[in-house]
Each structure stands twice: as C-alpha cells, then as structure tokens.
C-alpha cells in the first residue's frame, strides 16, 4: 500500500512540476517585459519563449521521482 500511495503522490507531484516549468520557462519570459513595459511607459515590446516536449519531460520524471521517494521514506518510517 505504500507504493500505490508514493506513485499516486509521485504523479502529483509529476504534474504540479510540469505546470510550473511551462509557467517558469514559457509565460513568464512573455509575461514580464509586457508587465515592465507596461508601467515604464516606454511602449509594448515583443517577447518570445519556446518550450520543448524534452524538457517538460525532464521536469514531470523529477517531479515523479522527487514525489515518490519522498513519501515512500515518510510511509516507510511512520509504518
């Protein structure tokens, strides 16, 4: 039962890090210079981010690991 609970907390946890790396690495490098231009008055600027499938996968596997291992060991000492 430990390790069905750890997996469930570990795909979580998988999905919680893939949504924060979309936001870390594609909404904000958009989002920030619309913000600074937009109370510096100095006009619009353009800004663009690309994501790849690569790297949201990198983050949900150590998401997942991350997760998993750190429930298990606290299921594991608290029997």
Do not use: D, N
């Not at 907390?9 to 979309?22: D, P």
């Not at 353009?46 to 150590?62: C, E, M």
Request: glycine residues 10%; aromatic residues 14%.
């Amino acid at each position: 039962m430990p390790v069905l609970k750890s997996a469930l907390f570990g795909l979580v946890t998988a999905l919680t890090a893939a949504v924060l790396w979309i936001v870390v690495t594609f909404v904000l490098p958009i989002w920030i210079p619309f913000l600074v231009s937009r109370f510096s008055s100095a006009g619009i600027g353009g800004a663009t981010a690309t994501i790849s499938s690569g790297s949201i996968l990198i983050a949900v596997v150590v998401g997942f690991v991350a997760g998993f291992f750190w429930r298990y060991r606290r299921l594991s000492r608290h029997g």
